[in-house]
């Protein structure tokens, strides 16, 4: 158990409000990752984090910000939340094996009507 | 386009026969594999991962082929048991600074018993 939680586990919201998942990990690694998994594509990256207030773009960033205030938590927001943001939502951390293993978190279900 | 593509979304085996998972890729650059796993309403669990230096890793009943002049790679699991039943994502590595991971579509395992 790598201690990553995410909150909230599902979530319900409406077209252009504002939303904001939370990635919280217990094991002081540096690196955070956030992604999206979507049928047919598999888990893409939406951001990352290589340390407090270092955070870059990945392959899928449009609509979306994060913020690293402190190395435990990684926050996800969604500006203004459309349907095709629609998906499950995990956070990771990177493990320190020099393998490039990744641990998950749970998952987020978001549904935006 | 997908630098990491898995062509079978789906895959039957019988119990304690082998189950034998493909993945191809386009990126030569990239230096490290991995497999996960991955249950329904969980998160990815890692369970494999090779080296493009090697072209083979074993681990209990796994082992992860590596063919880089076919830019190949393919996840053996013998016997195959009821509970390998998830969805199995390839995923890719270029050995960045920040160590992004690129992930496969997926393919589903059921066992059948």
């Known amino acids: 158990d790598a201690g990553i939680t995410q909150s909230p586990r599902h979530k319900v919201t409406e077209t252009g409000t504002p939303v904001t998942l939370r990635c919280h990990q217990t094991e002081n690694h540096r690196y955070m990752y956030w992604y999206r998994q979507d049928p047919g594509h598999g888990l893409r990256l939406i951001h990352y984090?290589?340390?407090?207030?270092?955070?870059d773009k990945g392959e899928v960033s449009d609509g979306y910000s994060v913020s690293r205030s402190k190395t435990e938590d990684f926050l996800l927001t969604l500006e203004s939340a459309t349907s095709s943001q629609t998906s499950v939502y995990f956070c990771?951390?990177?493990?320190?094996?020099?393998?490039?293993?990744?641990?998950f978190g749970p998952g987020t279900r978001l549904t935006v009507l | 386009d997908q630098q990491v593509k898995q062509n079978s979304p789906s895959l039957s085996v019988q119990e304690g026969r082998i189950s034998i998972l493909n993945c191809d890729y386009t990126?030569?650059?990239?230096?490290?594999f991995l497999w996960y796993k991955k249950y329904p309403a969980e998160g990815p669990t890692f369970l494999i991962s090779?080296?493009?230096?090697?072209d083979k890793n074993e681990d209990g009943r796994f082992t992860v082929f590596l063919n880089k002049s076919a830019k190949h790679l393919s996840l053996h699991i013998v016997p195959s048991q009821p509970g390998d039943s998830a969805v199995y994502f390839c995923a890719a590595t270029l050995g960045t600074s920040y160590d992004k991971v690129i992930f496969g579509p997926g393919t589903s395992l059921s066992v059948i018993p």
């Open positions: 990771a951390i990177r493990g320190l094996a020099g393998n490039n293993e990744q641990f």
């Open positions: 090779i080296s493009s230096i090697k």
């Open positions: 984090s290589y340390g407090v207030k270092d955070t």
């Open positions: 990126n030569s650059m990239f230096d490290y």
